[in-house]
């Protein structure tokens, strides 16, 4: 999943290590996720989402999420 992390860190001079540290996790998981090797949990978006003062879809790119099939229901 493409994110705009890395871009927003940038432009708050930033570390991977010190964003990691105010989400409580380690630099691995934030380099991991600016990687698109790990999808971050809702719980963990949201925090990085609000340490920048941003919507979780500001942050997050969705656009490669399966659709709902509601026709199954």
């Keep these: ?3 705009q992390i890395r871009e927003l860190r940038k432009k708050r001079r ?5 964003l990691a540290k105010a989400v409580h996790v380690t ?4 380099t991991s996720i600016e990687n698109e090797k790990y ?3 809702l719980p963990l978006a949201y925090k990085i989402s609000r340490f920048f003062g ?3 879809e500001e942050v997050f ?3 490669d999420v399966e659709e709902i099939d509601y026709d199954i229901f």
């Excluded at 930033?14 to 010190?18: A, F, R």
């Excluded at 630099?27 to 934030?30: K, Q």
């Design 54 to 56: 941003r919507s979780i």
């Design 1 to 3: 999943m493409k994110t």
């Design 39 to 41: 999808i971050a949990s």
């Design 27 to 30: 630099r691995h998981t934030i």
């Design 14 to 18: 930033i570390s991977q290590e010190e």
């Design 61 to 63: 790119d969705f656009s």
